[in-house]
């Protein structure tokens, strides 16, 4: 019996590292992504990268959407390898999508049509296509696939770009017939985190080229619905004007977005920015008549923080960094050295990323410290 069940997972075990990602067996917590909107705009949280049975995936369409459901996505969009199927399956790349929507068309979540182009060592994801089953999408020259898919009107992001399947070194290289498609705006985002890859180069190679920031898992095994904050799957942060399919797009196009990964985030100052404001709610005191400030910080979001103090007043503990853990209230005592009505705290996150290497910093500002009557 032993040796059966060791057989067993063994089995398991090569089957999930065939493919993309993992299968993952995650704990409860939450239930749900527990993200806030940002001023002037919702926080649509997507997964733009995912494969069925249609392609090289193990799951029926309809389990994409549950998945999603129970992990509070609010959009996705199944992009089953447009090449081939599988032998059991009907050859035609819009069957996924067709029994996806069915499943989905009674709940909030938004389905957007879209197919991975890889018939050569370079991934292409397509969104918004109206046909995935189009031949031209099956062109082996990148070119001409991509080509295809602009004439549907589609969003095109790199996928993946230093993959191990294409590098030995992990390093994404660009060849220029690239660099030539990005600045014809054929090539419109990348990929720059694929399920649990940061690829730096391409990071770079986006804020170069003004392209938007994707993230995604990939996922091909089972994600087994529950969730928990540290333990996730990567998705695209998209900050929409409206709850809405044409609203996804409008954003995608203006790169309002932001990758979250793990404990990281990835994005532009102005919306990592934003992000962070909206996740904290800040309470402040003088300790009895001391000038040492107790500042509390809650944390009700699912993000966690690791802080540099960067600010003109120390704390007291001497040591400059602090975690906001989620779901938590944190304190630190900052030694203002005089009691002040109102003082900046100035952090780096350090695992928000502007650019490759470069963390996010922002002042906070701490106010209402003292009773009226003592200002």
């Known amino acids: 019996m032993r040796i059966f069940f060791f057989v067993f997972a063994l089995i398991g075990l090569t089957v999930s590292t065939a493919y993309g990602q993992f299968v993952e067996e995650l704990d409860s917590g939450t239930g749900k992504f527990e ?10 949280k997507c997964d733009f990268h995912m494969h069925t049975i249609f392609s090289d995936g193990v799951v029926w369409p309809y389990v994409r959407v549950d998945e999603a459901l129970a992990e509070g996505l609010d959009v996705i969009s ?17 069957v996924p999508y067709e029994i996806a929507k069915k499943r989905a068309k009674e709940t909030e979540l938004m389905l957007i049509l879209g197919g991975e182009l890889s ?8 969104l918004f296509l109206e046909n995935t089953d189009a031949p031209d999408l ?6 001409n696939r991509i080509a295809a898919a602009n004439r549907q009107g589609a ?26 498609m990005i600045e014809a705006g054929q090539i419109r985002g990348l990929e720059v985190c694929n399920g649990n890859s940061y690829y730096e180069e391409a990071h770079l190679l986006a804020l170069e080229h003004g392209l ?18 540290l333990k996730h799957r990567t998705i695209t942060l998209v900050f929409s004007q409206e709850r809405s399919v044409e609203g996804i797009r409008e954003a995608l196009e203006n790169q309002r977005t932001v990758v979250y990964q793990g404990d990281h985030l990835v994005g532009s100052e102005e919306f990592l920015q934003a992000l962070v404001l909206e996740s904290l709610e800040l309470e402040a005191e003088y300790y009895k008549d001391k000038a040492v400030a107790k500042v509390s910080i809650k944390n009700p979001t699912d993000f966690i923080f690791v802080c ?13 960094l602090f975690i906001l853990k989620p779901h938590t209230k944190t304190d630190i005592y900052v030694k203002t050295l005089e009691r002040l009505p109102e003082f ?13 290497g470069k963390s996010l910093e922002m002042t906070i500002p701490v106010k209402d410290l003292l009773p009226a009557e003592s200002q």
């Open 344 to 356: 900046d705290l100035d952090l780096k996150i350090l695992n928000a990323l502007v650019e490759p």
């Open 155 to 180: 969003f095109v992001f790199w996928n993946h770009p230093g993959w191990l399947g294409k590098t030995n070194d992990g390093v994404t290289r660009v060849p220029e017939e690239f660099i030539e």
């Open 78 to 94: 199944i992009t089953d390898h447009v090449e081939y199927s599988r032998k059991e399956v009907e050859d035609n790349h819009m």
């Open 35 to 44: 993200i806030p909107d940002i001023p002037g705009y919702h926080t649509l």
């Open 138 to 143: 099956r062109d082996t020259l990148p070119a």
């Open 119 to 126: 018939a050569s060592h370079d991934h292409f994801n397509a």
């Open 308 to 320: 540099e103090n960067k600010s003109a007043y120390g704390l007291f503990t001497g040591i400059p």
């Open 212 to 229: 938007t920031l994707l993230g995604n898992s990939d996922i091909h095994g089972i994600s087994y619905s529950p969730y928990q904050p």
